[in-house]
């Protein structure tokens, strides 16, 4: 496993007398539903599983509120042990790791009976920069119709609803 290099969603990274800050929770918080990350975590079988997500709100450095669809192997799993890495990739040079461990904290979420939300407790961060490439930008998406677009300002309205009340 890659060295960690913080324990919180702010990372600072030294390089030739300059220092880099990169903190996540604002990078999640400003661009809602646009910070498309890619979920790992662990099949009963000992086999990876990832997915990619990209619904999460940072309540504080430490704890973060996302949402998902409910029937899904990444929720079986996480359901079974909890434990989760996130792979952000984003523009300004974002490339890192999130370790953490998840709860289920609403089952359904309020606005769509198949979505439900967990609460993260992050556990440290890795650097996945490449010493040979920049990271210029990250997956990009939008909605694909006006109904998408409400659903997810619904949806997020509701996590960060629910990361008031952690």
């Given amino acids: 496993m890659a060295k960690l290099i913080s324990d ?7 390089h030739k007398d300059e220092e880099t800050v990169h903190d996540l929770k604002e990078i999640f918080n ?5 910070v498309i990350s890619i979920v790992g975590t ?21 704890t973060i509120v996302a949402g998902m669809m409910r029937k899904c192997q990444t929720v079986e799993n996480l359901k079974r042990n909890g434990r989760l890495i996130i792979e ?6 974002v490339s890192f790791g999130i370790l953490g461990t ?7 979420l309020s606005g769509s009976e198949a979505m439900l939300a967990l609460k993260i407790d992050v556990n440290g961060v890795k650097r996945d920069t490449s010493p040979a490439q920049i990271v210029i ?4 998406s939008k909605p694909r119709t006006d109904k998408a677009v409400e659903f997810e300002k619904s ?5 960060v609803d629910l990361g008031k009340h952690i």
């Fill in 8 to 14: 919180n969603l702010t990372v600072k990274i030294a």
């Fill in 30 to 34: 400003r661009n809602p539903n646009r």
């Fill in 42 to 62: 662990v099949n009963e079988d000992g086999s990876p599983n990832t997915a990619p997500m990209s619904l999460f709100h940072a309540v504080d450095k430490k």
């Fill in 88 to 93: 952000v990739l984003f523009e300004g040079d």
């Fill in 102 to 108: 998840a709860d289920v904290i609403r089952e359904p």
């Fill in 137 to 140: 930008s990250g997956p990009r």
């Fill in 155 to 159: 949806m997020w309205q509701e996590i």
